[in-house]
C-alpha cells in the first residue's frame, strides 16, 4: 500500500509540475496579457513562468503564436544552455535532447537527476519520453541501458527506480523533488 501511495504521489507531483508548466507557457506567449510576470505587468514572474511548459503540456510543435516547444526555449536560453551542457556528457546535442520531453522543465530536472545520481542521462531520457537511447547519446558513442528501457514514458521517479533499482520509492521521490526545485532555481536565475 505504502509503494502504491508513494507511486501515486510521485505521478501527482509530475502531473502538477507539467500542468503549472503548461499553462505558464501559455502566459509567457500572451505579450497583451497583465497577469503576474506577463510584458507590461510589475509582477514578478511566477515559479510556473520559470519552468516553461506548453500552453496544453501535450503539443511538440509550435505556432508564431503558438507556445514554444523545450528546444526552442533552451535555444533562447544561453546561461541555461550553458549551465546544463556542463551536467550532461561531452557532445551531447542538448536541442536535440530537449525536442524529446513534454517542456523545459521536465528537461532539465532529467539532466539534474543523471547528473546528481550519475544515471546515464541517455537512459533516464529514453525512459522519460519513450524514444530510443541513442537519440540522447552523444554522437559516435553507444549506450548501455536495461532491457525495456525506453518501451514507455515513465515518470521521473519511476525512470530513477528503473535505472537504480536499489532506490526505494521514498528516495526516488525525494530524488525527483530535489531535482525538480534545481530545475526551477535554474530557471528562474536565468530568467526563463
Do not use: Y
Not at 501559455?26 to 519552468?51: I, L, R
Not at 505556432?63 to 533552451?74: C, F, I, Q, R, V
Not at 542521462?121 to 547519446?137: K, Q, Y
Amino acid at each position: 500500500m505504502k509503494k502504491v501511495l508513494a507511486v501515486i504521489a510521485v505521478g501527482a507531483a509530475m502531473l502538477w509540475l507539467s500542468t503549472g508548466t503548461a499553462m505558464a507557457q501559455g502566459q509567457s506567449q500572451n505579450h497583451t496579457s497583465h497577469g503576474a510576470g506577463a510584458a507590461g505587468s510589475h509582477e514578478p514572474m511566477g515559479m510556473d513562468h520559470a519552468m516553461g511548459g506548453g500552453a496544453s503540456g501535450m503539443g511538440k510543435s509550435s505556432t508564431a503564436s503558438g507556445p514554444k516547444t523545450a528546444d526552442e526555449l533552451l535555444t533562447q536560453n544561453t546561461q541555461l544552455a550553458s549551465k546544463l551542457q556542463s551536467l550532461v556528457p561531452t557532445g551531447t546535442d542538448l536541442q536535440t535532447a530537449a525536442a524529446s520531453f513534454k517542456n523545459l522543465g521536465q528537461f532539465v530536472a532529467a539532466v539534474h537527476v543523471s547528473h546528481n545520481l550519475k544515471i546515464p542521462f541517455a537512459c533516464l531520457a529514453s525512459d522519460m519520453t519513450g524514444t530510443a537511447a541513442a537519440n540522447f547519446a552523444p554522437s559516435g558513442t553507444t549506450v548501455s541501458c536495461p532491457d525495456g528501457t525506453g518501451d514507455k514514458k515513465m515518470s521521473l521517479g519511476s525512470s530513477i527506480q528503473a535505472l537504480d533499482p536499489s532506490v526505494d520509492n521514498t528516495q526516488a521521490k525525494q530524488d525527483a523533488k530535489t531535482a525538480m526545485n534545481q530545475a526551477r532555481n535554474d530557471m528562474k536565475g536565468s530568467g526563463k
